[in-house]
């Protein structure tokens, strides 16, 4: 598969995925539920504004409509890139708002799946002006967040005897719950399904070496965020690591590649 | 190119009043791929706050979920006030 097939759908995906973030945001502010978790006015504090000015100046920069109207902006652009392509004016208005958004909540709205669309999105913009470069910078830092997560599980004792991903599902308080409570009592399963995290992210990078590995790896990860979902409610993790699919099987190809042709 | 003229515009304007706060979240928000942390699932969750009021999900939630996502950034800022 190319790289302009594979960044083509790669930028769909993000898309989609911006898409859904921003929607969920509009609903947020819509119900005043944004203000009651994280005012604005304590925006100035978490972001060291010095001064009164500073201050105000964030406060009116993340007002409610400013808020709202950006993400309605995004959203346009969303459809704008899933349909027309990642243009590079596009994506970098995308890349800045969503950065914008991620400043709102003193960094990022939902962790990591907030850090990984910037890395999306800045890879549309890298991409814009070379396909390859976008999806190999994608890429390699979705490989990483594997390899990186499963290296720090796999230090830590918990996680091999299965008691911390027990804990983590049964203190879970965003679930689709009847499957909660039946993993949850399935003691015999803990450990089985913390060592098949630790090894599946852990190994994840060697994946790569092969076209066989690669796809079952691809399709192994959209069962694991599913189940994350499932289990955690981490919507957004699915959208925006299925999002970086195709550039890691750009990588995959590339291994290939240079395997089957070294020089 | 517009990102570019308007991260160095933003500096301009606000770096007499911001200090490293903003430096710090553009820092941990872009690529902190050696600092796990942002990219851990478990983490993110905050999970280990017990509630009698769970955000129970439906399919559709896998599409929108905004109160479970609201509530994770609870516990999230509930957790960094807390120290842990």
């Not at chain 1, 302009?4 to 989609?16: A, D, G, H, K, P």
């Not at chain 1, 950006?70 to 969503?98: D, E, F, K, N, P």
């Not at chain 2, 007499?16 to 990219?39: C, H």
Request: charged letters at 15%.
């Amino acid at each position: 598969m190319g790289a302009s097939f594979l960044f083509r759908e790669m930028t769909v995906l993000v898309s989609v995925a911006v898409f859904f973030q921003s929607i969920e945001l509009i609903w947020l502010l819509a119900r005043g539920q944004v203000e009651g978790v994280l005012a604005v006015r304590s925006l100035g504090s978490r972001l060291e504004a010095g001064s009164f000015v500073g201050r105000a100046v964030w406060e009116v920069l993340f007002s409610g409509w400013i808020f709202a109207g950006v993400q309605v902006l995004r959203i346009a652009l969303a459809v704008l890139m899933a349909v027309r392509g990642a243009g590079s004016v596009a994506s970098q208005l995308a890349l800045l708002l969503t950065f914008y958004s991620s400043l709102r909540f003193g960094g990022s709205f939902n962790g990591g799946s907030d850090s990984m669309t910037l890395i999306a999105l800045s890879g549309l913009v890298l991409g814009a002006y070379d396909p390859r470069a976008g999806l190999l910078w994608v890429g390699s830092l979705s490989i990483l967040s594997y390899f990186v997560n499963g290296l720090r599980k796999g230090i830590l004792r918990d996680w091999w005897s299965g008691a911390a991903l027990e804990a983590f599902i049964r203190s879970s308080e965003v679930s689709i719950v009847p499957v909660q409570m039946v993993v949850v009592r399935a003691r015999w399963f803990h450990r089985p399904a913390s060592i098949a995290v630790i090894l599946f992210q852990v190994l994840f990078p060697l994946f790569m070496f092969s076209k066989t590995a690669i796809l079952f790896a691809l399709g192994v990860g959209i069962l694991f965020h599913f189940g994350n979902f499932v289990l955690f409610g981490l919507n957004r993790f699915f959208w925006i690591w299925v999002a970086t699919y195709p550039a890691v099987a750009f990588v995959a190809e590339q291994i290939a590649s240079r395997g089957a042709n070294p020089l | 190119m517009i990102l570019l003229t308007a991260l160095i515009a933003g500096w301009i304007v606000f770096l007499p009043s911001i200090r490293s706060g903003a430096a710090r979240v553009l820092f941990r928000a872009w690529v902190p791929v050696w600092r796990w942390r942002y990219f851990d699932e478990a983490g993110d969750t905050g999970c280990g706050h017990s509630s009698s009021d769970p955000v129970r999900l439906g399919p559709a939630a896998l599409f929108l979920n905004p109160k479970g996502n609201l509530r994770h950034l609870e516990n999230t800022l509930r957790d960094l006030e807390d120290g842990s």
